[in-house]
């Protein structure tokens, strides 16, 4: 397959790498992927092609998490999200390399014994769960980071 390069292109190769019975088991929560997610499958897209195949990718505010699938050929993907706006039975894409917590930024940072050596954190989008600064808590954390909220 050639480099995907435009927007579109990019949307249908994320696709083609998750697998059927996964996409077939989360058809609910396809709608809201690409209404929600949209303006985010290419800058996921490049990050995964920078990022070094040994690290480990945190991402802080994951959604439904079907990025996730750009990132298989990395050591772990650490998809972190609380349940609000989520379903608990709506579930999250997750390929072989992905763990999933339900939990804000800080409980992660606070409770989870995570990789500290070779780790990349992404923070795009995260809303101020439960009063906190996610991307505050990331440059807090974190050596690599890419981090981006739009301001109002």
């Not at 949307?11 to 790498?17: D, E, F, I, K």
């Not at 999933?100 to 809303?127: Q, S, W």
Request: glycine share 6%.
């Amino acid at each position: 397959m050639k480099e995907p390069k435009t927007f579109e292109e990019i949307t249908a190769y994320l696709l083609s790498l998750i697998p059927k019975e996964e996409i077939d088991k989360r058809v609910g929560t396809l709608g809201e992927f690409y209404q929600e997610f949209v303006g985010f499958v290419d800058i996921y897209y490049y990050l995964s092609k920078v990022i070094p195949k040994d690290y480990t990718i945190i991402d802080f505010g994951a959604g439904h998490n079907p990025q996730s699938y750009f990132f298989t050929e990395h050591k772990k993907y650490i998809a972190v999200n609380p349940l609000s706006g989520i379903k608990e039975d709506d579930g999250m894409f997750c390929p072989h390399n992905c763990e999933i917590y339900r939990m804000t930024t800080g409980e992660f940072l606070n409770t989870i014994d995570y990789p500290k050596e070779k780790v990349f954190a992404i923070c795009n989008f995260v809303p101020n769960w439960h009063g906190e600064d996610s991307i505050k808590l990331v440059h807090e954390n974190f050596r690599n980071t890419y981090t981006f909220y739009p301001e109002h």
